[in-house]
């Protein structure tokens, strides 16, 4: 789904298609790991902003909008996306948000940002491993997209 996504940035179609069409492409009922998990596993690296031993949170490499940053789970629990949740992962989701108040506190946005989770194809989710987005550092807009 990489190569499709680059083929599309070179013949100019806009970043909101090529998000349909990554979300598109993803097998949405995939329980396979994901590139969240390398990430955890520093096996790819990232920018990170905030960790501790329930959550990482780091920098989208392709952000929308100064600050964007993803807060995930380092154990997803079976929640590959929010539509998944059952009252066990409660917990976890509140932690989740309470990590973005962090996140949002350490990068300097807390009188400012917005947190999003993309749900299915639908929702343009693209990574089935569930995920805050954190954004930030600009006026944001509603509604969104
Ligand atoms: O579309 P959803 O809500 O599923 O969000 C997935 C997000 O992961 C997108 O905003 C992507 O830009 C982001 N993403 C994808 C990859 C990636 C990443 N952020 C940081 N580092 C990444 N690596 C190394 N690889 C990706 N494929």
């Known amino acids: 789904s990489r190569s499709i996504y680059r083929s599309f940035s070179r013949i100019g179609v806009t970043n909101d298609e090529e998000a349909l069409a990554k979300a598109a492409a993803v097998n949405a009922d995939s ?3 994901t590139i969240f998990d390398k990430i955890i596993a520093k096996e790819i690296p990232s920018s990170i902003v ?26 997803r629990d079976g929640l590959t996306m929010l539509g998944k949740a059952e009252e066990r992962h409660t917990e976890m989701l509140g932690y989740l948000l309470y990590a973005a108040k962090i996140v949002a506190e350490k990068e300097g946005i807390l009188d400012g940002f917005r947190v999003v989770i993309n749900n299915g194809p639908g929702g343009c989710q693209s990574v089935y491993h569930l995920h805050l987005h954190v954004l930030g550092g600009r006026q944001m807009t509603w509604p969104a997209g």
């Open 31 to 33: 329980e396979a790991p």
């Open 50 to 75: 905030y960790e501790d031993e329930k959550v990482l949170a780091f920098r989208d490499v392709n952000p929308q909008a100064p600050v964007h940053v993803l807060v995930i789970p380092k154990f």
